[in-house]
């Protein structure tokens, strides 16, 4: 399982993404940074992102 804590990116923000893959976990996370933050992820976003993620 993988994870991203929304604060890990930077964010005053106690959501956690949980999913199987870093592609789920980003995807989530992008819907999630939209939805809750007003941010949309770039691409250049997702890849220092994507160096966030943990496994579980």
């Known amino acids: 399982m993988k ?7 930077g ?3 106690d959501a956690q ?3 199987e893959t870093e592609e789920d976990v ?3 996370a992008a ?3 939209q939805a809750a933050h007003g941010v949309t992820v ?3 976003m997702a890849e220092g992102i994507k160096t ?3 496994d579980e």
């Open 11 to 13: 964010f005053d923000c």
């Open 52 to 54: 966030l993620i943990h």
């Open 42 to 44: 770039t691409p250049e």
């Open 26 to 28: 980003l995807t989530q």
């Open 31 to 33: 819907q999630h940074a």
């Open 17 to 19: 993404v949980r999913a």
């Open 3 to 9: 994870t991203l804590k929304c604060r890990d990116v």
